[in-house]
């Protein structure tokens, strides 16, 4: 694992990408467990990260299936 974040063939954007990525959907499984002003938080970032998933890989269907299933929790 360290080798991954030390090796000179990721340019850093891409790893501060790829685990922001990884942080941010750690953050929204755990806002199952918060309180509701949090949940409504993380409900907005979740919105926007999707939204730029959206505009930089034009899933559309995939932001409108994630922030329905949003509504849920």
């Known amino acids: 694992m360290t080798e ?3 090796d000179g063939n990721f340019p850093p954007v891409i790893l ?5 990525t990884l942080f941010i959907e750690i953050l929204l499984e755990l806002g ?3 309180a509701k002003r949090t949940k409504y938080k993380l409900f907005i970032l979740d919105v926007i990260f999707h939204f730029l998933i959206f505009l930089i890989h ?9 922030t ?5 929790i």
């Open 32 to 34: 199952i467990l918060a």
């Open 58 to 66: 034009g899933l559309g269907s995939f932001f409108l299936a994630m």
């Open 4 to 6: 991954i974040l030390t």
């Open 16 to 20: 501060a990408i790829s685990w922001g």
């Open 68 to 72: 329905g299933g949003l509504l849920f």
